[in-house]
């Protein structure tokens, strides 16, 4: 079996959520835990991180990777989905798993994942955590997939939980409320692990509150604790200067990123105030923070976040996909200069169009599309859609024909967007 056929017969015969969606996802982590125990309870044999939340868990993850490997640590890294490559979702110090190590696994383990049945998700966690065993890793941060307290990567033990952002995702397998989605959430907060919540949001602080007391874990809110101001992005240089305030003694922090959204302040503050928590855990100096944050992308491969692709005319791409998520990066769109703004966008199939499409603006061209996966929504059926809430444009079968179409179509001073879904953010970049 070649890498190829390897991973055929991972999307083939084991379910994918983000391919199929919902009819992929387990409501309980029976086949982790049997997989977990035929691998050795891999896991177990380096200390862990794990990383929650709707949105941000992906960035955070990344710059708490980045400042790990800035501080000397091997470290491993766990994230999904991925965008161009199936490695990218398992990386040691940022190089991404061989194919090698990915079609042996498979090979070695064929019969009993055969057997068990797995989804997608729970065999590509079982594969990272025996990867990073097998690499030695002194650590690995470990994102969440979906939820929390049935995610496939709720079976560690880590050092520190953290949970970014709440918002309104995935509301079909996690809840109709924002306590019920911040409950889930909360699923990763293990007794007497501390836990750092990145932001303050009123709808759902007593959820956390109430369960860290109930586990024992000590409890911290970043934004109470750090303040991050982002100065303008610079296109040209293609990063973005910052400041961050200890807000109980006055020292600040200064640091550059080439992560251009507005949202990353709230990410870098949680990634400041996990590291105030991790001091005594692990060795790392405030250089260590800065640098790290600052070389994210180049040393984790970061993508897709507020992503500059060409610049005459600008063309951006971002992955934020549920209503606070895209909130933040329309917003943004909305101060960037420009002619006139055309937005290739599309969303899957599964999307409430009626809580996002509102937020988009009426005055740009739209170029609606579709990914290349089972999940996407018809491009004809976004474009008709869309048109009830005042959104013009044309519909295209493919990314690549929509993205073609806008940049013929571009003044070398308009702005193109491309969003609304990860998997057309996958096909741009």
Same mark, same amino acid.
């Given at each position: 079996?070649?890498?190829?056929?390897?991973?055929?017969?991972?999307?083939?015969?084991?379910?994918?959520?983000?391919?199929?969606?919902?009819?992929?996802?387990? @409501?309980?982590?029976?086949?982790?835990?049997?997989?977990?125990?035929?691998?050795?309870?891999?896991?177990?044999?380096?200390?862990?991180?794990?990383?929650?939340? #709707?949105?941000?868990?992906?960035?955070?993850?990344?710059?708490? &990777? $980045?400042?790990?490997?800035?501080?000397?640590?091997?470290?491993?890294?766990?994230?999904?989905?991925?965008?161009?490559?199936?490695?990218?979702?398992?990386?040691?110090?940022?190089?991404?798993?061989?194919?090698?190590?990915?079609?042996?696994?498979?090979?070695?383990?064929? !019969?009993?994942?055969?057997?068990?049945?797995?989804?997608?998700?729970?065999?590509?966690?079982?594969?990272?955590?025996?990867?990073?065993?097998?690499?030695?890793?002194?650590?690995?941060?470990?994102?969440?997939?979906?939820?929390?307290?049935?995610?496939? #990567?709720?079976?560690?033990?880590?050092?520190?939980?953290?949970?970014?952002?709440?918002?309104?995702?995935?509301?079909?397998?996690?809840?109709?409320?924002?306590? !019920?989605?911040?409950?889930?959430?909360?699923?990763?907060?293990?007794?007497?692990?501390?836990?750092?919540? @990145?932001?303050?949001?009123?709808?759902?602080? $007593?959820?956390?509150?109430?369960?860290?007391?109930? @586990?024992?874990?000590?409890?911290?809110?970043?934004?109470?604790?750090?303040?991050?101001?982002?100065?303008?992005?610079?296109?040209?240089?293609?990063?973005?200067?910052?400041?961050?305030?200890?807000?109980?003694?006055?020292?600040?922090?200064?640091?550059?990123?080439?992560?251009?959204?507005?949202?990353?302040?709230?990410?870098?503050?949680?990634?400041?105030? @996990?590291?105030?928590?991790?001091?005594?855990?692990?060795?790392?100096?405030?250089?260590?923070?800065?640098?790290?944050?600052?070389?994210?992308?180049?040393?984790?491969?970061?993508?897709?976040?507020?992503?500059?692709?060409?610049?005459?005319?600008?063309?951006?791409?971002?992955?934020?996909?549920?209503?606070?998520?895209?909130?933040?990066?329309?917003?943004?769109?909305?101060?960037?200069?420009?002619?006139?703004?055309?937005?290739?966008?599309?969303?899957?199939?599964?999307?409430?169009?009626? $809580?996002?499409?509102?937020?988009?603006?009426?005055?740009?061209?739209?170029?609606?599309?579709?990914?290349?996966?089972?999940?996407?929504?018809?491009?004809?059926?976004?474009?008709?859609?869309?048109?009830?809430?005042?959104?013009?444009?044309?519909?295209?079968?493919?990314?690549? #024909? &929509?993205?073609?179409?806008?940049?013929?179509? &571009?003044?070398?001073?308009?702005?193109?967007?491309?969003?609304?879904?990860?998997?057309?953010?996958?096909?741009?970049?």
């Amino acid at each position: 079996m070649n890498y190829d056929q390897t991973l055929q017969f991972l999307y083939s015969r084991l379910p994918a959520y983000h391919r199929i969606g919902k009819a992929a996802y387990k @409501s309980d982590l029976d086949n982790t835990l049997a997989l977990d125990e035929y691998l050795g309870h891999s896991h177990a044999k380096y200390r862990t991180i794990h990383v929650g939340g #709707t949105n941000g868990k992906g960035s955070v993850s990344h710059m708490i &990777a $980045s400042v790990l490997m800035e501080a000397g640590y091997k470290t491993g890294l766990y994230t999904s989905p991925h965008l161009k490559d199936f490695r990218e979702r398992i990386r040691v110090n940022g190089k991404m798993i061989p194919r090698s190590a990915v079609t042996g696994f498979v090979k070695q383990h064929e !019969k009993f994942i055969s057997a068990l049945e797995p989804s997608f998700f729970e065999m590509t966690v079982a594969l990272a955590f025996s990867y990073f065993a097998e690499c030695g890793v002194d650590v690995a941060v470990i994102e969440v997939g979906l939820g929390g307290r049935l995610d496939s #990567t709720n079976i560690i033990n880590p050092v520190l939980s953290v949970i970014t952002n709440i918002g309104h995702d995935h509301m079909d397998l996690l809840g109709d409320t924002m306590e !019920k989605i911040a409950a889930e959430k909360a699923g990763i907060i293990k007794d007497k692990i501390p836990v750092v919540i @990145s932001e303050t949001q009123s709808e759902v602080r $007593s959820v956390f509150l109430s369960r860290a007391k109930r @586990s024992g874990s000590r409890i911290s809110f970043a934004d109470q604790n750090y303040l991050c101001e982002l100065a303008e992005f610079d296109i040209l240089k293609g990063r973005r200067n910052f400041i961050v305030k200890e807000l109980s003694d006055d020292s600040s922090f200064e640091g550059s990123t080439p992560l251009g959204g507005d949202y990353q302040s709230t990410n870098i503050q949680a990634v400041f105030q @996990s590291f105030k928590v991790l001091r005594g855990t692990f060795s790392f100096t405030g250089k260590n923070i800065l640098t790290g944050i600052g070389k994210v992308t180049a040393n984790t491969g970061l993508m897709g976040r507020w992503q500059i692709l060409d610049r005459k005319p600008l063309t951006i791409c971002d992955t934020g996909h549920n209503k606070e998520g895209l909130e933040y990066v329309i917003s943004q769109m909305g101060k960037i200069p420009a002619t006139r703004l055309r937005i290739v966008l599309g969303f899957v199939n599964d999307k409430d169009l009626r $809580s996002v499409l509102p937020l988009f603006p009426a005055d740009a061209v739209y170029y609606f599309t579709r990914a290349a996966v089972p999940r996407a929504l018809d491009e004809k059926t976004l474009k008709l859609e869309a048109g009830r809430f005042g959104l013009r444009g044309d519909s295209f079968p493919d990314v690549k #024909t &929509a993205l073609r179409a806008a940049r013929s179509d &571009a003044a070398a001073t308009d702005l193109i967007f491309i969003g609304g879904s990860t998997f057309i953010v996958a096909e741009a970049v």
